[in-house]
């Protein structure tokens, strides 16, 4: 009897090391796929973060000569107005190139989630903001391809209309990314 007793004792420990062994392995592979998933979701941020700057750079760079290109536009449309004629050339156009590319891999891999809700609002409102940026190119594009062939001061309007909305929207897109940045670079740091 004793000796079945000691089967049975054997056979219920090394059920139980069986058992905490397949525990054990559920837990590691469970640590590892949260690992894996903060791991990607921080390079998903970090590529956000890197895609910021170089929208920032983008904006930083044509802001300063609006004005400029304000001026000249509106020179060019007077001179339209006055002689008749339309310019055989006109004065340089810049705009930002905006991607948001990162970002939208960033929601779509789920990286976001990994982000406080108050966090994801400042980044959001950056994307809105070079959101409203880009669209200013798209209208100017839809506007040129709609008039193209018309007059040439519904031409120039456009040019000057998009300077002026420039002149609002990019200054205010510079300050929603910079606080972006600053918010990335705070919990990176954190």
């Known amino acids: 009897m004793q000796f079945g007793n000691l089967r049975l004792g054997k056979l219920l420990v090394e ?3 069986i058992f905490f062994s397949v525990l ?15 791991l990607e979701a921080e390079a ?13 750079q983008e904006l930083e760079q044509v802001v300063p000569d609006r004005p400029a290109m304000l001026n000249s ?26 991607t948001s590319i990162a970002y939208e891999l960033a929601t779509d891999s789920g990286a976001v989630t990994t982000v ?22 798209t209208f100017l ?4 391809a709609q008039i193209r062939f018309n007059d040439g001061e519904q031409y120039l309007s456009g040019f000057i ?6 002149s609002m929207n990019e200054p205010e897109a510079i300050e929603d990314v910079r606080t972006a940045i600053d918010l990335l670079d705070k919990r990176a740091g954190g």
Request: hydrophobic share 40%.
């Open 15 to 17: 059920s139980a090391a």
């Open 24 to 38: 054990l392995a559920f837990v590691v592979e469970q640590w590892r796929e949260d690992r894996n998933e903060r």
């Open 44 to 56: 998903a941020l970090n590529l956000v973060r890197a895609e910021l700057v170089q929208n920032l």
């Open 73 to 98: 536009y509106i020179e060019v449309m007077n001179t339209f107005q006055t002689e008749g004629k339309f310019p055989p050339v006109l004065p340089d156009f810049v705009s930002p190139d905006i």
């Open 116 to 137: 406080e809700p108050h966090e994801l609002l400042v980044i959001a409102r950056a994307y809105e903001s070079l959101d409203t940026v880009r669209r200013n190119d």
């Open 141 to 144: 594009n839809n506007r040129n």
């Open 161 to 166: 209309y998009y300077l002026n909305r420039a």
